[in-house]
């Protein structure tokens, strides 16, 4: 016997059929029309539980999508925001770099003028004229050029010199 199937008892009051120890209750005999009924209450039951099923299924794929594009939207987040900073790295080391290279040009430009200083000191020094002479010079430095002013005293004469020197410009 099927333990699906339901037959009315013969013990007892009709309608329960004693099994073990608990009372089950059996399907009474139905008439033709509240079968029907009773069909298209369990499908319309059935009808609402799946309704109610994709709907919780929707709702949970919408929650999972939702933190998903979230967890997306910070990764491209993080993303960008390290490749800003390498890029302003790299834009900060070639300004850096740029700015070594103009202060070493100008240093030596510097440095070349005042060994041409030195160079005339000395010849000077060793020149025999009547009178001995020094010099007396000053420069002034600026960010596009290097002013230079020499002057050369020897007794009753005087030698002035006055040079600027252009830096190139930054391209």
């Given amino acids: 016997m099927d333990y699906r199937e339901k037959k009315p008892c013969k013990v007892g009051t009709p309608g329960y059929a004693k099994l073990g120890s608990g009372v089950v209750r059996a399907a009474l005999p139905k008439k033709e029309g ?61 300004v850096k770099l740029q700015s070594w290279v103009r202060m070493w040009h100008t240093r030596l430009c510097y440095c070349r003028l005042l060994q041409a200083a030195r160079i005339i000191q000395v010849c000077w020094c060793w020149h025999n004229c009547q009178a001995h002479g020094f010099f007396q010079g000053r420069y002034d430095l600026k960010a596009s050029q290097l002013r230079l002013e020499l002057d050369i005293f020897l007794g009753s004469h005087i030698c002035r010199i006055t040079d600027c020197i252009p830096f190139p410009k930054k391209n």
């Fill in 34 to 94: 509240e079968e029907q009924k009773t069909i298209k209450i369990q499908a319309w039951w059935r009808g609402t539980l799946v309704c109610r099923t994709l709907l919780h299924a929707a709702l949970r794929a919408c929650i999972i999508q939702y933190w998903w594009r979230q967890r997306l939207e910070g990764l491209l987040e993080k993303k960008r925001s390290s490749v800003l900073e390498n890029y302003t790295w790299e834009k900060w080391a070639v």
